[in-house]
């Protein structure tokens, strides 16, 4: 009996109690898991944001819209960037006055290229409080998933609290799943089998998180 007959012959003896014509969409499927865990408010989720994103190592900082081009200046000259990647979308005013290069997204960009930039700056799609987690789906205002994952340094901009949600299942319904979708929980990072922990080996080796009020949270 050769391997292959082997394994068809499993999957024959854990298919027997399947009725005959049924298709693997048919069965229906009990998603009555909890989406919403606990009784947090929209101000709640957003600081528990914030403490994980600590816990997990990224920079975090908090803004209005008319503090936030200084801010973002001011955190690129405290890490001596002069050349910095954005996406098509991006708000112009958040990097006016940076006194820094602006590097296109662009798809013919090598990955020596991309090593080369100093900074790249995005928005992102919803963050995640109760995982302290980004998720950028390559939107216009996101770009290319790999300008998240070459240039050292990663300053992500999220609006708060209308892209913070409190769990993963409340943030997939936000999420198209044919998107090129990159769910970041701080810095890149890996440790070997002494524990040794490395950052920047397959992403970021710095996450700055700005926590953008809108005019309505700051109210």
């Known amino acids: 009996m050769s391997s292959r007959d082997v394994v068809l012959g499993r999957v024959r003896r854990a298919l027997a109690d399947v009725p005959h014509g049924e298709g693997p969409d048919d069965p229906p499927v009990v998603r009555d898991y909890h989406r919403v865990h606990g009784s947090r408010t929209a101000a709640q989720d957003v600081d528990l944001l914030a403490e994980n994103l600590a816990d997990y190592r990224a920079l975090v900082h908090r803004s209005t819209a008319g503090e ?3 801010l973002i200046r001011r955190l690129l000259a405290e890490r001596g960037a002069r050349t910095v990647l954005v996406p098509p979308g991006l708000d112009a005013s958040w990097t006016a006055g940076a006194g820094v290069t602006l590097v296109g997204d662009r798809a013919s960009s090598t990955p020596r290229e991309l090593d080369a930039v100093d900074s790249v700056l995005t928005g992102c799609a919803v963050a995640i409080a109760e995982t302290g987690t980004l998720v950028l789906d390559g939107g216009p205002d996101q770009g290319r998933r790999r300008i998240t ?22 943030a997939l319904p936000r999420l198209a799943p044919e998107r090129p979708l990159t769910w970041i929980s701080g810095p890149s990072a890996t440790s070997d089998i002494e524990l040794d922990r490395v950052e920047g080996v397959h992403g970021p080796r710095t996450l700055e998180v700005i926590l953008l009020a809108s005019s309505r949270a700051a109210d």
């Open 68 to 70: 936030l081009p200084s």
């Open 149 to 170: 994952l070459v240039p050292d340094h990663h300053l992500c901009v999220v609006r708060v609290p209308d892209q913070v949600v409190g769990s993963v299942p409340e």
